[in-house]
């Protein structure tokens, strides 16, 4: 009986933890890994494995299950996509399985925790999506990554579910949860070293088109015409105009085509930044164009942080070589380029879509000079589905994290801004096509977590697990939770 509990209790976490990323609910976060790391408490090294592997399928099946949205361009190959992205993710959460039911110990569960949460963000293969900081948005802790990073607070929710899951057993460990919240709330008190620098008026263009549309080449014409309507509806003054990513393809390129932003930027005397397609040197790029007052273009970023299996394929020789080639190239044949570096466009911090899921591109441009993030995005691939939440979510992390408002504009949604302590400055709602203005607040200066990085948090979180692993592992017996109550 114990053991279905146990399981019951793994599969309950996933759930608990797959509603807290739905907007409103993200206060769920903080008691979702408690029956996890309960099931986990003594469960030993296989059985942990199998409780690690049943949370993470389940969560990650319901994380990912946006994907299906995809279903109209790829068809049956959306199960596949769905299935071994939910399998790649699970195998961290397993570890966590391993490690948590061999050493039963709270200061493992927190370590581990923020930790695994890191590492499945790291390498070609990573992501963010599904990891705790992303249900902060709105919460009182969110200004405490200006210090510490997304990771502190993985690490002060786990730690407070590991001491509530281990109070079952041993309530001197009870008292020992508060220091969760209390330490991220005197964190987020934490100046962030930022000063005012005045405000920047930028005007945000959501075309609202969608997925099906942008990929049919006979309807070019008609999305023109959309943006050139909505670029004539623009009345000054404004200092920015922004627009999505892959707007209209080959701007650098079609002068009919970027005449309507061109002639926008300068009747509204407003820098322009746009998405398109740039083929250079026999190479395509993900880029993104800045045009000035004058109707000139004077810089472009293109996207470092390519999306795996969307934008490139990684080792395409070796699956081709096993004879998967042909499963994949009609899907995907041929890869795009990725940016050489990631820079600033003068005081504009650019992260394309994907990339503003990762703390550490924006870090980098607040490092080079960034004064503003932008987050130009085609997010209609995901249709009406909760992920388009989880990513604008994000963006309050990035800019809390960088001191630094961000802006997201997007194809159908959802666009909008947050301000440098990650607070709200509102937004146009998903799949509508218009416009709107947000005033947003220019910070100088570098927050501890832009001068420092993840380093100080990681190191704390294995600090942890090393302690928690030299304790004395728990006797397993008849007692209650299937070991001998101490």
């Known amino acids: 009986m114990i053991w279905r509990r146990r399981w019951l209790g793994a599969l309950g976490a996933a ?30 090294l296989r059985r942990g494995v199998g409780l690690g592997a049943l949370f993470g399928v389940a969560f990650f099946l319901g994380e990912f299950s946006s994907l299906f949205s995809l279903w109209p361009f790829v068809g049956p ?35 581990g925790w923020a930790l695994i949460e890191a590492a499945r963000g790291a ?28 990771w502190l607070l993985s690490l002060g929710v786990a730690w407070t579910a590991g001491c509530l899951a281990r109070g079952v057993r041993e309530r001197r460990w009870l008292p020992w949860a508060a220091a969760g919240p209390l330490v991220l709330c005197a964190c987020a008190l934490v100046p962030t070293g930022t000063g005012e620098e005045g405000t920047v008026t930028a005007v945000l263009v959501q075309p609202n088109i969608a997925k099906a549309e942008q990929l049919d080449a006979r309807r070019l014409p008609e999305r023109a015409e959309t943006y050139r309507g909505l670029l004539e509806g623009i009345a000054p003054p404004a200092d920015l105009i922004l627009l999505p990513e892959n707007a209209l393809p080959w701007l650098r390129d079609e002068p009919e085509h970027l005449r309507p932003f061109a002639e926008a930027a300068r009747r509204v005397g407003a820098t322009l930044v746009v998405g398109t397609a740039d083929f250079q040197e026999g190479r395509i790029y993900n880029a993104i164009l800045v045009v000035s007052s004058r109707g000139e273009i004077v810089g472009t970023y293109a996207k470092t942080r390519l999306v795996p299996f969307g934008e490139y394929v990684p080792w395409r020789n070796f699956w ?24 600033p466009v003068e005081a504009l911090g650019i992260m394309v879509c994907f990339e503003s899921t990762f703390p550490r591109i924006s870090r980098e441009l607040v490092r080079r000079g960034a004064e503003v993030l932008l987050v130009p995005t085609n997010d209609a691939w995901f249709g009406q589905t909760r ?34 302590r990650g607070e709200d400055l509102g937004r146009l709602p998903a799949w509508t096509k ?15 977590y832009v001068r420092i990085g993840d380093g100080p948090v990681l190191g704390l979180a294995a600090a942890l697990v090393l302690l928690g692993a030299r304790t004395k592992r728990p006797r397993r017996g008849r007692g209650r939770g299937g070991r001998v109550p101490g």
Do not use: C, K
């Not at 416009?435 to 570098?446: E, I, N």
């Open 15 to 44: 759930l608990l933890l797959w509603a807290a990323f739905f907007p409103g609910l993200g206060a769920l976060a903080w008691i979702s890994l408690i029956p996890l790391f309960w099931a986990l408490d003594g469960a030993g």
């Open 434 to 448: 218009g416009s709107m203005t947000l005033a947003l607040p220019l910070r100088s200066g570098s927050t501890p």
């Open 387 to 420: 992920i388009l939440w989880e990513h604008y979510a994000l963006g309050s992390l990035r800019a809390a994290e960088a001191g630094r408002a961000l802006v997201q504009i997007a194809q159908t949604g959802i666009s909008g801004g947050w301000g440098p």
């Open 320 to 343: 081709t070589g096993i004879g998967l080639g042909r499963l994949i190239d009609p899907f995907l044949p041929f890869d795009q380029t990725p940016g050489e570096e990631v820079r």
């Open 123 to 150: 390498g070609p293969l990573g992501f963010t999506f599904g990891s705790v900081p992303g249900t902060m948005v709105g919460s009182p802790f969110l200004p405490a990554v200006a210090l510490g990073g997304p």
């Open 77 to 111: 190959m959306t199960v596949l996509i769905w299935v071994a992205l939910s399998l790649y993710g699970a195998l961290f959460l397993t570890l966590v399985g391993a490690a948590g039911g061999t050493w039963g110990n709270p200061l493992l569960w927190a370590g």
